[in-house]
């Protein structure tokens, strides 16, 4: 965490300092972009519940897991259209960790695992593929106003990771929900205000809400799925010759519900936290 204090401190500072240096200097429009972006993300809350035939799985919340926090990476790659439109593809890859000691077995996708022990969250792999495309509404001498359109998919294998209990009659500790995965259609609002020539504040939102409706994927019978999320991002950003740096704070929430006679998944997480963030323009 200290680590991560000082990189913030480093970039904000660089931020200020950079300013004189910027004032003579034009960020012409650019066909290309590409940026990375770091944030650390804080769980405020959140739970994973799998069922599997007859069992129905414990619901363990994600605190409750020892997920308190945990780091995240975006890339992401702009072309700009003619039409002063644009479209972009992000990956975001979420570091997840945590570990946790319970008094009682947990059930977790059929199989029972002694609590006692431990349980490691950390080998869950999990990582979001976006394709955003984003059209002016309207736009003045200091704000602009955007709209955004595009698909998001999530792709989550959750692991409970321990030692399986003699009883069990299953030794899976996982679940796939990224066996299931889905593009879902995802809309937005973006934002931009001008404090000056080379800075300005952001602010975006974006969501999708899709219910409950049957899949082409079957897994022990007809698997239905349903899916939402929301998303709201606050940023100052400066430009630094053909350099864009930015500092922000972000919320993220996610649903995901699959179901079949087989089985009942389901995850929501609710994170929020700080990020920095460079993008470069050719």
Known sequence: MRVSKKIFLTIAVAIVTTESLSQGLTLSAKPFSIGAQYSHEFVLDGFVRVREWELPGDKMKLKELGMKSYPALQLKMERSLKTKGSISLLYDHFFVR???TFDRNIIYNGTIINGRNGIDVSPTRYFRVS???????FKRQNFSLLYTAGLVLDHITFYLDGEVDPTSTKDEVLEGFGRQAFPYPVIGLKGTIGLSSKGGIHWETSGTYVPKFESFYTEGGNVYLKYSNFQADVSYSRAISNFDV????KLRYMHLFQESMEDTNVITTLTMGPYIGATYHF
């Open 131 to 137: 394709a955003i495309y984003t059209a002016p509404i």
């Open 246 to 249: 930015s500092i922000g704070t």
């Open 98 to 100: 945590g570990k946790s």
